[in-house]
């Protein structure tokens, strides 16, 4: 009985968090060249996991040049960022 309950507490919290997922934004781009068909993309508003902007390879560079590490360079690499 313990096994059930812990089995359904976990399921109801993997559910929970599953729901909690922001919906994406997409973009449907139709391309028509002569003498070939249409061709239609679907694009998604995110960048790929782990992709770096500008702004966080500017900052890191920046960091990096000062010679800053551990919770410091957090500080600075989140004030950085927000001034840009």
């Not at 960048?47 to 900052?59: D, F, I, V």
């Amino acid at each position: 009985m313990r096994t059930f309950m812990l089995a359904a507490a976990a399921i109801i919290l993997m559910a929970g968090s599953a729901m909690a997922q922001a919906p994406t934004a997409t973009t449907t781009t139709t391309t028509k060249v002569a003498g070939h068909p249409k061709v239609t993309t679907t694009h998604t508003g995110l960048a790929p996991k782990g992709a770096r902007t500008e702004a966080s390879l500017a900052c890191s560079a920046s960091a990096d040049s000062k010679g800053v590490h551990g919770k410091d360079r957090e500080k600075f690499m989140r004030a950085c960022k927000k001034s840009k």
